[in-house]
């Protein structure tokens, strides 16, 4: 059974950096991709950034494009989420997803999910 595991969040100044890391129990052939999702207070949960696991592909919302990076360690079934010029708005709690991913910014289509992990950025 798939068990995604968070851990990594915390309280940051802006212009902090932080590591999430997400590790899964097991791999099975439908994580295709494995992306970090948001939801912040007043707000719907969007997509952060996504990776392809097959090729290490990678997408990303325009609102941390070149401040986050996504990567994988597909031996240990693990993937990052490094985020660094952390501002307010990031704030929020950060979950991690497993799934087809068919689009990848769209939670319905992803069929795992981490507890989440809160973010908290201080101005």
């Known amino acids: 059974q798939v068990q995604l595991v968070e851990s990594g969040g915390g309280s940051v100044q802006a212009g902090g950096s932080l590591r999430l890391s997400c590790a899964a129990s097991?791999?099975?052939?439908?994580?295709?991709?494995m992306a970090w999702f948001r939801q912040g207070p007043g707000k719907e949960r969007e997509g952060v950034a996504a990776?392809?696991?097959?090729?290490?592909?990678?997408y990303y919302a325009d609102s941390v494009q070149g401040r986050f990076t996504i990567s994988r360690d597909n031996a240990a079934n693990t993937v990052f989420l490094q985020m660094n010029s952390l501002q307010p708005e990031d704030t929020g709690m950060y979950y991690c997803?497993?799934?087809?991913?068919?689009?990848?910014?769209?939670?319905?289509?992803?069929?795992?999910w981490g507890q989440g992990t809160q973010v908290t950025v201080s101005s």
């Open positions: 997803a497993a799934g087809l991913g068919i689009r990848w910014s769209r939670p319905s289509y992803y069929r795992y």
């Open positions: 097991v791999y099975t052939y439908d994580m295709r991709y």
């Open positions: 990776i392809f696991i097959a090729n290490g592909d990678t």
